[in-house]
């Protein structure tokens, strides 16, 4: 029999979840259809999805994504795991061009992507801050398999995906590691054996421009190629009211090549290559506080938060000296699949490398004497091998395996004063006046030809890791009877890690010399003792000041056992009930910016109950979850007000212990085969159990911020025969509610900071499209609409230079987006 074009995989999928499902199962997504579904490849079951008992075009209707995990189709409704699906066609509908412009409509999903390079994601209520190459984020991002460790390389832009399932609650024992949140899976499209193209192009308000294009090729009976490119650009949504230059921009260009060769009827060979670029401004720091347009004069200190201006209407003003933000990504993809005739045996290896450059404004004015820009500089190259066997028979379905994780990561924190500023924070902060201004003064009252103000002022800690993970893992399903199954699951997993801290001694070279040149001429012994004392103060770092040039290294290693037990049993065809346990875990790590800090591993135990079911004869689906997570030792990233060693505010990893009970529902109609309704919600009452706020604040018992309700509507409609084609019509509806605020939130800026403006409130977005497209789509034209009603919101308040300049600044959503598209499919 001839080889399928992943035919190993398929049977080890089928292992892990219920049965009859694998790990890369999906559930019912409440926006797809069958029709909407990525074609199945080569060899690919045909199986329809939904009821054995139901009509088979009635279970159509329902929606039931054909879901082909590794090229084998999957029976959604059967796997006893909570999770939602986003297929391509949902990605079309919303025209989302990452995964960062939709998530509302993934209720209990929140990603902050203000700086695509150093984004943050959020599942249940669990989010790790982004703080550098020494931690990685809580929820698992794997592209086919292969896990993204940096954030810095996980938000990159869709390029012919297949589909995104989201996978809730801790999947340490399925996918590994630092996934203790949940785990997004992202499945790209592999090569037929039909010859394909596809060309698309938007255009839209704020000069966007996008497109999109693809061709499969076909090279012989057992070899295909597949290649795919992506470009989009944008004039961005807010303008700089000093300088015109814009921000908010797109600017991005990918491509991704993926080689198919069945080698022989039970081996095949998958290699793929991916690459992207992104180079744009960074993101826009609107100031708070009203100010001239004398760039000399300096905020009112403190600052009155009854005068802030309101974000949504004041002007920006970001003066940080080469700005901008930029990514290059490349990744690299071998898999190898053999079958046995007692099981079957997947190999992947896989290199992802990448480089950002990330330097924006940090005090939200154009003023020099509050100057303040940060960078985060990182270069990454990691190198990922798993094996896996599987088998199944009649009372069982197993899959075992190994894996090898390594990872070289390097990056510096950099900020960027200059002497104006630093006399700023000597008034502010340090009460004693300004004396580089009173020095300058004094010596041009003499008629000498020296100034200490306007010089750059450089400080920097740089990073270097290395990291090591080796994985042992099994999963069985367990055939009690053919209602009732049972499934178990461990996972050994070994951290090593080497981090290191070089705090590097300040760069001022133009100020120094101008100092070299007072000593020459014997003019700083001249001066006051308290000026010398300045002077001298300010001949060391200021910001940075832990170990100045001299490098810091410490190592760790962490075992971790991560079981689940999950039992599923079918009360009817059509309804499942199941309930499980699952522990998860993420490694141990560093801050970047403290030298020396190490924190320890987090773990969480979740307990989960659910409930699938059909109605075949209402064409409807309902499922639903409750589930109960005790969260230990989660870190993340808070602003200190004042730092032991200095006095001025610092970014410090902060630990607490949480807890958090929930609820998701998923409803899916579809009366007529034109017309689908679909509904997701989610319920989530995440409290402290132990935590303290980096100002001593005790948080025990109070909210961590998660809102307690989101969901997401939609309806779609098509209309038969219209010009010779099909006009469709979709319409989206998002609800996140407001923040839950706890004692600390408002110095971390995200509740109650000013009465002149809300910030935590609760969040709505409106999606349109109408689509008309030709038989087949091979022609199509649409008109799309996002934020239809222009809901704006202020996302958060940064008081990073707050106690320091003065000068707090917010970040906020963008505006409506609209355009028409067109394409072609040949």
Not at 92 to 112: E, H, N, Q, R, Y
Not at 460 to 487: C, L, P
Not at 681 to 703: E, F, H, M, N, V
Not at 728 to 741: H, I, M, N, W
Request: aromatic share 10%; glycine share 10%; net charge negative.
């Amino acid at each position: 029999m001839k080889i399928r074009p992943r035919p190993l995989s398929a049977c080890l999928h089928r292992l892990l979840i219920g049965g009859s499902l694998v790990l890369g199962a999906l559930p019912a997504d409440s926006w797809a259809s069958d029709d909407a579904a990525p074609a199945p490849q080569q060899g690919s079951n045909s199986a329809q999805s939904g009821s054995t008992t139901a009509d088979p075009e009635k279970a159509k209707l329902l929606g039931n994504v054909t879901v082909t995990a590794q090229s084998r189709t999957q029976e959604v409704q059967s796997v006893p795991i909570p999770l939602q699906i986003v297929t391509a066609k949902q990605i079309d509908t919303l025209a989302a061009t990452d995964l960062s412009k939709m998530d509302i409509f993934v209720p209990g999903l929140v990603i902050d992507a203000s700086q695509p390079t150093q984004p943050t994601y959020e599942l249940r209520g669990i989010a790790t801050s982004n703080f550098g190459v020494g931690t990685e984020s809580a929820v698992g991002i794997y592209v086919n398999g292969v896990y993204a460790a940096r954030s810095g390389g996980s938000l990159l832009a869709f390029n012919d995906i297949a589909r995104i399932e989201v996978l809730k609650g801790p999947q340490g024992t399925l996918f590994g590691r630092n996934a203790a949140a949940g785990a997004i899976s992202i499945v790209t499209n592999e090569p037929t054996d039909k010859f394909e193209g596809k060309a698309r192009v938007r255009f839209g308000n704020d000069g966007r421009k996008y497109a999109d294009g693809l061709l499969n090729i076909p090279i012989n009976k057992d070899m295909a190629l597949r290649l795919s490119v992506l470009d989009n650009q944008s004039d961005g949504w807010i303008r700089d009211a000093a300088t015109g230059k814009r921000y908010g921009e797109d600017n991005e260009w990918g491509t991704r090549a993926v080689f198919r060769w069945n080698v022989t009827d039970n081996t095949r060979v998958l290699l793929s290559w991916d690459h992207e670029k992104l180079d744009q401004p960074p993101a826009p720091a609107i100031g708070l506080i009203p100010l001239s347009n004398d760039t000399n004069q300096r905020a009112p200190f403190p600052p009155d938060p009854s005068t802030y201006l309101n974000p949504l209407r004041a002007p920006l003003y970001n003066d940080a000296i080469g700005a901008r933000e930029s990514r290059r990504f490349d990744g690299g993809t071998l898999q190898i699949d053999h079958s046995f005739g007692w099981g079957d045996f997947v190999s992947t290896t896989a290199w992802r490398g990448f480089d950002t450059y990330n330097l924006g404004d940090y005090d939200g004015t154009n003023h020099v004497v509050t100057y303040l820009d940060t960078a985060n500089i990182e270069h990454n190259n990691s190198w990922y091998q798993e094996f896996k066997l599987s088998g199944n028979n009649d009372r069982m379905d197993w899959v075992a395996g190994v894996s090898y994780y390594r990872e070289q990561a390097r990056q510096t924190s950099q900020t960027d004063v200059n002497t104006n500023s630093l006399d700023t924070l000597a008034q502010n902060a340090l009460g004693v006046g300004t004396p580089l201004t009173d020095i300058s003064n004094a010596l041009a009252s003499f008629g000498l030809p020296f100034t200490l103000l306007g010089d750059p002022w450089k400080e920097a800690i740089s990073n270097d890791g290395n990291f090591k993970a080796y994985a042992a893992f099994g999963d069985v399903i367990w055939h009690i009877s053919d209602r009732f199954d049972v499934t178990t699951g461990l996972r050994y997993t070994r951290d090593e890690k080497e981090f290191s801290w070089y705090n590097m001694p300040r760069s001022a070279p133009a100020f120094d010399a101008t100092i070299a040149g007072l000593e020459g001429l014997g003019i700083v012994q001249m001066l006051p003792p308290q000026a010398q004392a300045a002077l001298a103060a300010f001949g060391q770092n200021v910001i940075f000041t832990s170990a100045v040039g001299t490098p810091v290294y410490a190592s760790n290693t962490w075992n971790n056992w991560s079981p689940r037990v999950v039992a599923s049993y079918k009360f009817t065809p059509d309804v499942m009930g199941y309930f499980s346990v699952t522990r998860g875990y993420k490694a141990g790590g560093y801050n970047s910016v403290q030298v020396g800090s190490t924190f320890q591993p987090e773990k969480v135990t979740n307990y989960e109950g659910g409930i699938k079911s059909l109605f075949p004869d209402q064409n409807l689906l309902l499922n639903g979850s409750v589930y109960y997570y005790r969260y230990d030792n989660m870190q993340s990233l808070a602003l200190d007000p004042n730092s032991p060693a200095t006095g001025l505010p610092i970014y410090v990893v902060n630990s607490s212990n949480q807890e958090a009970k929930g609820l998701e529902l998923e409803a899916q109609w579809q009366p007529i085969s034109d017309f689908r309704v679909n509904f997701m919600g989610a319920y989530i009452d995440a409290k402290y159990r132990k935590a303290t706020a980096p100002d001593g604040t005790d948080l025990s018992g109070q909210a961590t911020g998660a809102p307690y309700f989101s969901g997401a509507a939609s309806l779609s409609y098509t209309w038969r025969g219209v010009a010779n084609g099909d006009l469709e019509f979709d319409l989206s509806q998002a609800y996140r509610g407001p923040t839950r605020c706890n004692a600390d939130s408002q110095f971390q800026g995200s509740c109650n900071v000013s009465p002149n403006f809300k910030i935590g409130t609760s969040q709505q977005r409106t999606d349109g499209r109408i689509d008309w497209h030709a038989p087949g789509d091979r022609w199509g034209v649409a008109l799309y609409g996002t934020n239809l009603f222009n809901k704006r919101y202020v996302t958060g308040v940064n008081n990073i230079t707050t106690s320091v300049f003065g000068t707090p600044f917010a970040t906020i959503s963008p505006p409506r987006m609209w355009g028409i598209e067109l394409r072609a499919k040949f």
